[in-house]
């Protein structure tokens, strides 16, 4: 039984290009969250996705950055015109219902960096 | 505001004994769920440990164990016969009952020394 899938695991981009990082569930999971973690730091929520909705997007920058979870396919968070503060580990989580009550199981992170 | 804390930002031992790592909190809310992850190099994110607010017994998972002081909002981790495979990061994390939002803490980064 796979886990959280991401990839790419490590991404480079120049500063004011587009990163894409995809995030595949669990197999039977069709909740998926998205956290950002800043070296030496804690993860920190950005947002929640129900298949082909948006739950809760509260920790997301306003700008630049977007996700999806589409019918068929992986998630996707995506950030455009990416600046240095974006260069951080993105780790994607899955869970079977979407609440504390089920465990969430993380992937091994994308880690982005903007040059 | 929710908080974790994890004021121990290193530590080590040695191989086979025993470390216990700090974790406190800060809520309103009675029903809530508290975890232990860890982070290898590997970067990979692993459950470790999760304790229910509402169950007053201890969880533990074989060589890991948790001490939870509800009243004094503390829930540390006890790591028994500590092997090098357990060297790793350790976040403490918390999320109220009925959320999806976990806020971690800054984690605690542990070296087992052979």
């Known amino acids: 039984n796979a886990g959280v899938m991401q990839n790419p695991r490590h991404l480079v981009r120049r500063r004011g290009q587009e990163a894409r990082l995809r995030c595949s569930p669990m197999k039977g999971h069709s909740h998926v969250y998205w956290y950002r973690q800043l070296p030496e730091e804690g993860l920190k929520f950005m947002v929640y996705l129900q298949k082909e909705n948006i739950i809760d997007e509260s920790g997301m920058p306003k700008e630049r950055f977007s996700a999806e979870f589409p019918k068929e396919g992986p998630s996707i968070l995506r950030i455009q015109q990416v600046v240095r503060g974006d260069s951080a580990a993105y780790f994607c989580a899955s869970s079977l219902v979407g609440a504390s009550d089920s465990p969430l199981h993380f992937g091994n992170g994308t880690r982005l960096t903007v040059t | 505001a929710q908080t974790v804390t994890q004021s121990q930002p290193e530590m080590s031992v040695q191989e086979a004994e025993t470390v216990t790592l700090s974790c406190t909190y800060d809520?309103?809310?009675?029903?809530?769920?508290l975890f232990w992850y860890k982070q290898p190099p590997s970067r990979q994110m692993i459950l470790v440990i999760r304790q229910e607010a509402y169950k007053q017994q201890n969880a533990t998972e074989n060589r890991f164990s948790v001490n939870f002081q509800k009243a004094a909002k503390s829930f540390s981790l006890k790591i028994s016969d500590s092997q090098l495979g357990d060297t790793a990061m350790y976040f403490c994390a918390f999320s109220t009952s009925g959320t999806y939002k976990y806020i971690f803490g800054t984690g605690t980064r542990l070296k087992v020394l052979a």
């Open positions: 809520t309103s809310e009675n029903n809530y769920y």
